[in-house]
């Protein structure tokens, strides 16, 4: 088991119930693969660098994982479905 950071960045205009229910479900995945959520710390709306997707902001939220490599690209794939998702970042920490 490799332990990963991710970082969600989550569409702002939805109301902070949808927001969690996005981590939620995100978390589910992971554990439908067989990883496990260590912690978990959301950031809040912050103001993106640039625009994103025609978003200049976004809710934040850290996810510390532990999983298998192959169930890494498995996630990648399915939060690149999710379109409350707008931009994520998986991180392998050594």
Do not use: C, H
């Not at 229910?21 to 693969?33: A, S």
């Not at 200049?56 to 690209?73: D, I, Q, R, T």
């Amino acid at each position: 088991m490799n332990t990963y950071e991710l970082v969600l960045i989550i569409n702002p205009s939805l109301s902070d119930d949808e927001q969690k229910k996005i981590v939620t479900k995100v978390e589910k995945q992971i554990g439908d693969l067989k990883g496990k959520v260590s912690s978990k710390e959301d950031w809040g709306k912050k103001k993106l660098a640039y625009e994103i997707k025609k978003f200049s902001e976004g809710f934040y939220s850290l996810l510390k994982v532990e999983m298998e490599p192959g169930a890494a690209e498995k996630i990648q794939n399915l939060l690149k479905m999710e379109e409350k998702i707008i931009r994520f970042l998986l991180i392998k920490v050594s």
